[in-house]
């Protein structure tokens, strides 16, 4: 069983424990290199969380807007060192003018805004002329993508084919909502590989680390739980593989 809204502002306080310190984010530097291709002055993140990346863009402007659906998540970004212009609302009428920003971009976020055309066309409306969209996330559709995930939770696989758009059916909708020189390209891979028990110290194992399992009824995530240690009885030295590319779509607008 699935909910069909994730409650972020009840995970929001805990959000950030799946950006370790430690690690170094090849995202992150696609979006600082995209904000100096255009020049950026003010940048939207649509789907903004707790800052995490639009704090990093802190280097280019401090005109940073971050729009999130979520109190809770908005709440958390207040708590970033340089101020952030939040806002609540929706990604599908966003509560801007026109021709606005010169950068909008959202990571790992599209599969919530439920109508994705409807964004990408907002997008459009309140991005400037020679603005840039980006979007960054993965593809389940993908031939490419392994995660262990979709072998031990039930429905995970079915719900993310549904809630994310393919990377042929964005790059369409990107063209026919007028961006020019859309493009794709992967800017991170993710490989994470837990051999036997380690796995059940994967972060991302956590039930409110990511959607895809934040999703499910306690009932449902504690039986993915019980079949991953089903299988770690059988072959202790199992390994449990995460990988598949992060990519970034983008379009400018005449």
């Known amino acids: 069983m699935t909910h069909s809204r994730l409650n972020y502002d009840a995970i929001s306080n805990d959000y950030n424990q799946r950006y370790p310190s430690d690690l170094h984010w090849?995202?992150?530097d696609a979006l600082l290199e995209l904000a100096r291709q255009v020049n950026a002055?003010?940048?939207?993140?649509?789907?903004?969380?707790?800052?995490?990346w639009l704090i990093l863009?802190?280097?280019?402007?401090?005109?940073?807007?971050?729009?999130?659906?979520?109190?809770?998540?908005?709440?958390?970004?207040?708590?970033?060192?340089a101020h952030l212009k939040l806002t609540r609302g929706t990604a599908t009428r966003l509560p801007f003018q026109s021709e606005s920003f010169d950068p909008l971009y959202c990571v790992d976020a599209i599969h919530h805004f439920g109508n994705h055309a409807a964004f990408v066309d907002e997008a459009f409306r309140v991005l400037k002329p020679g603005g840039a969209l980006a979007v960054i996330g993965h593809d389940p559709h993908s031939d490419d993508f392994n995660w262990y995930f979709y072998d031990y939770f039930d429905t995970?696989?079915?719900?993310?084919?549904?809630?994310?758009?393919?990377?042929?059916?964005?790059?369409?909708m990107m063209n026919q909502a007028g961006f020019q020189n859309v493009?794709?390209?992967?800017?991170e891979h993710v490989l994470s590989i837990h051999e036997g028990r380690q796995v059940l110290n994967d972060p991302f194992l956590k039930q409110n680390a990511t959607s895809q399992l934040a999703l499910l009824s306690g009932e449902v995530y504690e039986a993915g739980i019980e079949?991953?240690?089903?299988?770690?009885?059988?072959?202790?030295?199992?390994?449990?593989?995460?990988?598949?590319?992060v990519r970034m779509f983008t379009g400018i607008k005449p």
Not at 227 to 245: C, E, G, Y
Request: charged share 25%.
């Open 26 to 28: 090849d995202r992150g």
């Open 183 to 187: 493009g794709r390209r992967n800017i």
């Open 41 to 52: 002055k003010t940048i939207l993140e649509v789907g903004s969380g707790t800052g995490f």
């Open 227 to 245: 079949k991953i240690k089903a299988d770690l009885k059988r072959a202790a030295s199992m390994v449990f593989k995460s990988d598949f590319w």
């Open 57 to 81: 863009l802190h280097q280019v402007t401090s005109q940073l807007y971050g729009m999130d659906f979520s109190a809770g998540m908005i709440s958390q970004a207040k708590n970033q060192p």
């Open 156 to 172: 995970v696989y079915e719900t993310d084919l549904r809630r994310y758009p393919s990377s042929g059916g964005l790059k369409e």
